[in-house]
């Protein structure tokens, strides 16, 4: 059976017996204003059936963070950097016993040329990396090649709206879980995106995910319940 995560930021609010919540995102420094961004970026189409946001990693920051984060419970802390200096400043606070996932990520902000410099020294620490459904294979051959095992595919997908979730991410996710395991076969792969139902599921497995991450899903609880 695959285990199922509670993606960010919905991890934040929601923790079950059956499931493992990614809390975050937290950056180096706090990013205030998240309560205005949702009111004014979050928004459901009816028509296209999907969530679309642009929050951009609003959060207390890192120390508020590990302050949250229960090592004894099923967390896993989410981080990300903006900064050039950011990852040497996350993996010097953060225990090394901290179960990682790092958001390469996030559509809604705009981030440091030269994006992956400073992630390789987080390699030890067997994080989750979170991808962008438009990811390139170039860069997953990068991160393989930095020894990186586990991967989260993928993130909500980049619109003039902000990031767009829902059933749209099925066809990256599943392209990405097929270069992933055909690049390293003994990859973890976590899929996520568009899952609604235990079919959805099946299908990411099928295709080679070992576990499954909830989104959008936790707007319904009655659909999460049956999932869970």
Not at 50 to 64: D, K, S, T
Not at 79 to 94: C, F, M, Q, T
Not at 132 to 156: G, M
């Amino acid at each position: 059976m695959p285990q199922i995560y509670i993606a960010a930021p919905f991890g934040n609010y929601i923790s079950t017996k059956n499931t493992i919540s990614v809390i975050g995102t937290f950056t180096h420094k706090p990013r205030s204003g998240l309560i205005l961004q949702i009111l004014k970026t979050l928004r459901y189409d009816f028509q296209e059936k999907a969530w679309y946001n642009a929050l951009g990693l609003r959060n207390p920051g890192i120390v508020e963070g590990l302050r949250r984060y229960n090592n004894e419970s099923n967390q896993v802390l989410s981080v990300a950097a903006i900064e050039p200096e950011d990852y040497d400043h996350l993996n010097a606070i953060i225990p090394t016993s901290t179960r990682l996932e790092i958001n390469i990520s996030c559509p809604n902000i705009t981030h440091f040329q030269d994006y992956l410099k400073g992630l390789p020294q987080f390699a030890s620490r067997n994080p989750i990396i979170k991808l962008s459904p438009q990811i390139n294979n170039e860069v997953i051959d990068y991160l393989i090649d930095c020894q990186f095992t586990h991967f989260h595919a993928s993130n909500t997908l980049k619109t003039f709206r902000g990031g767009r979730s829902g059933s749209v991410l099925k066809p990256y996710t599943l392209q990405t879980i097929k270069y992933i395991r055909k690049r390293l076969p003994n990859a973890t792969i976590i899929a996520g995106g568009g899952i609604t139902t235990l079919k959805d599921i099946d299908e990411y497995v099928s295709e080679g995910a070992n576990d499954v991450s909830l989104g959008t899903v936790c707007f319904n609880p009655f659909k999460l319940q049956q999932l869970v």
